[in-house]
């Protein structure tokens, strides 16, 4: 797993650099007299703030940035990097007096049995993981039913969305279906995949 902590203060090469890697889980080194071909198959995390001076939507505090410094900030992500980013969340802040009243989560065990589970089912269906399926494969394993394959068309149209993103999220719909026991790949399951999507579009 690669954790980029505060991710827009990378460097736009280096960001731009893992868009090969996080495609094809390999890394290509080309000097002028030689190539090396490296495995480089990670799970990328990244976090970021609402902005340059971290408070923007912040309930209690009021954000300094102006317009301009706020979009320069996002710009620093591109969209083609930021295609390849499965599952987008926005964390909003707790306030302290909720953090203590909040009930205790699943235990992080419970949540680990479950995710083995559906490994286990993703190896046993198709020898592989839902992360590597592609082409045909991702067709076949998780198929969708004639309405749903037509309201995800449509959707698509709408969003403006690339083939890439498509396909990303046909894949985390199927491990959603997965994490459920499903052995198909049902609308809610997709619309939950294409919300992790749509998080930073506001
Ligand atoms: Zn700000």
Redesign the pocket.
């Known amino acids: 797993m690669l954790f980029l902590d505060e991710w827009p203060e990378f460097g736009r090469d280096a960001l731009e650099a893992l868009r090969e890697p996080l495609e094809s889980g390999r890394v290509v080194v080309t000097r002028a007299r030689a190539r090396a071909e490296f495995p480089a198959r990670f799970q990328l995390v990244a976090a970021m703030?609402?902005?340059?001076?971290?408070?923007?939507g912040h309930a209690l505090r009021a954000?300094?940035?102006s317009a301009a410094?706020?979009a320069r900030?996002h710009a620093r992500i591109s969209g083609p990097l930021l295609d390849r980013i499965d599952l987008q969340v926005d964390l909003s802040d707790v306030a302290a007096d909720a953090l203590l009243q909040l009930p205790r989560g699943e235990s992080s065990a419970a949540v680990a049995a479950r995710v083995a589970a559906a490994r286990t089912r993703q190896h046993a269906r198709q020898g592989t993981l839902n992360a590597r399926l592609s082409g045909a494969a991702l067709d076949a394993h998780a198929a969708l039913d004639a309405a749903t394959a037509s309201w995800f068309a449509a959707a698509l149209e709408r969003l403006g969305w690339s083939a890439r993103a498509a396909h990303r999220s046909l894949r985390v719909a199927r491990s959603i279906a997965d994490l459920a026991g499903d052995d198909t790949v049902e609308r809610a399951a997709l619309a939950e995949a294409m919300q992790y999507r749509l998080a930073d579009a506001d």
Request: proline residues 7%; contains cysteine; glycine residues 8%.
């Open positions: 703030n609402p902005c340059a001076c971290g408070w923007h954000c300094r940035c410094q706020l900030y």
